[in-house]
């Protein structure tokens, strides 16, 4: 359904122009439940994590965050103690703006990396959009958190389980920077069910498996990923490990993420196409995963979508590099339901069909090693000028 995160019961979320960005647009926002929350979250692996990451970490490992502070325009990575601080500083401007205590309080920013944050401006901001905060702020919110992002990436459910209606509302920002482990992007999940955090980060664990560390624009990690649940209760609905409704409800929160997921390939930088690859009949899960993220990072796959041009072969040694050792490869590529290689080798393709599937801005990919029973599937986008005109000039 549309929606965001303030769809559900007891969310009040804004967004405002604080000035952090060159271009004026909305770059600070604010969500916090008006009651207690369970929560959950789960960051970058990143070596270089950013300050707010490395901040939020602390505060949501207690699982009771009630409120998120995020800016866009800088991303607070890579700079220092003076880095920390700030994020720090952030929480509290937040916490007592809100009424919250600071442990209540997570952050997170999005932007260039090494800029430190100007805080008088980010206090001025923040005193503003809590000012600003009401239950139809959701999408001002979602605004504030956009860099290169063209639209903007909002969804909702409502589930009708067996002890009454809940609903589910997200918004995210990513389109470059993004590959697995997770695709770098900001993204807040709000819920009005019931549930202990260790079932929250066990059903946040599952969807992001399948939606956000199933994607890729670029193969590039971020410092800033974060991933945030808050679920407030307001719906009278409580959910128990192991319940038919949790598991209706983990259904629903994986659909919810895998539409967010699927709209930041859409939306990667420059992007004309998306291929959806299923990598089956792999060793195990790990090596499904190898020859998924070995093709769709792969540059010369990539331009070859862009082009329209149906070169299989790409694909063929991009598996290969990633079985490198192993024996003959001897696989199977389908684009959608047409076998263009059979066996390692060229498969005889119908006249004109083929042009026409590389025409559509949605492809299907198959490519199956015949080595086992795993299988995984990603999502990833083609490889454009826009995107390196983009990337060429971000910081500048």
């Known amino acids: ?68 502070v995020v800016n866009s325009g800088s ?42 944050l100007e805080m008088n401006l980010v206090e001025l901001g923040i005193a503003a959009v809590a000012e600003a905060l009401s239950a139809a702020g959701g999408p001002a919110f979602a605004q504030a958190i956009r860099t290169t992002d ?49 079932l929250l980060n066990a059903m946040l664990r599952d969807a992001v498996a399948g939606s956000f560390n199933a994607v890729t624009v670029d193969g590039d990690m971020s410092t800033n990923d974060c991933v945030f649940l808050l679920a407030n209760g307001q719906s009278g609905v409580e959910l128990e490990p192991g319940s038919p409704d ?3 409800f983990a259904e629903g929160l994986a659909a919810v993420l895998k539409s967010l997921a699927l709209k930041m390939v859409a939306d990667g930088e420059g992007a004309t196409k998306v291929i959806e690859l299923r990598a089956a009949g792999a060793a195990g899960a790990s090596e499904a995963i190898a020859l ?35 024996s003959r490869l001897a696989a199977d590529i389908y684009y959608e339901d047409i076998c263009v290689a059979a066996g390692g080798a060229a498969a005889e393709l119908p006249a004109g069909r083929l042009a ?3 025409e559509q801005q949605e492809i299907s990919v198959t490519l199956d090693t015949h080595r086992g029973e795993a299988e ?12 390196v005109t983009l990337n060429s000039e ?3």
Request: proline share 5%; glycine share 12%.
């Open 75 to 116: 991303a607070n990575a890579c700079t220092g103690e003076r880095g920390l601080d700030d994020a720090r500083l952030m929480t509290r401007l937040a916490a007592g703006q809100t009424g919250l205590k600071p442990d209540q309080m997570a952050v997170a920013s999005t932007g260039v990396i090494g800029v430190p």
């Open 394 to 396: 971000y910081s500048t």
């Open 150 to 198: 063209s639209v903007d990436k909002e969804g909702a459910v409502a589930l009708k389980l067996a002890a009454g209606t809940v609903h589910i509302g997200a918004c995210a920002k990513g389109a470059g920077m993004i590959a697995p482990n997770m695709a770098t992007l900001l993204a807040f999940v709000t819920t009005d069910a019931g549930a202990p955090s260790e």
């Open 246 to 248: 949790s598991r209706l």
């Open 1 to 68: 359904m549309p929606g965001s995160v303030t769809t559900p019961v007891g969310f009040q979320a804004a967004g405002v122009a604080a000035g952090l960005k060159k271009s004026g647009k909305p770059d600070l926002g604010l969500l916090i439940s008006t009651s207690a929350c369970t929560s959950a979250a789960m960051y970058t692996p990143n070596a270089a994590a950013a300050a707010p990451v490395i901040v939020s970490r602390e505060e949501t490992a207690r699982g009771r965050i009630r409120g998120i």
């Open 376 to 387: 995984h599937t990603i999502y990833f986008c083609d490889l454009t000028h826009d995107y």
């Open 292 to 326: 998924c993220r070995s093709i769709a990072t792969s540059p010369l796959v990539r331009t070859a979508f862009f082009g329209q041009d149906a070169n299989w072969g790409r694909i063929m040694a991009s598996a290969g590099a990633a079985l490198a050792g192993e």
């Open 356 to 358: 026409k599937i590389m």
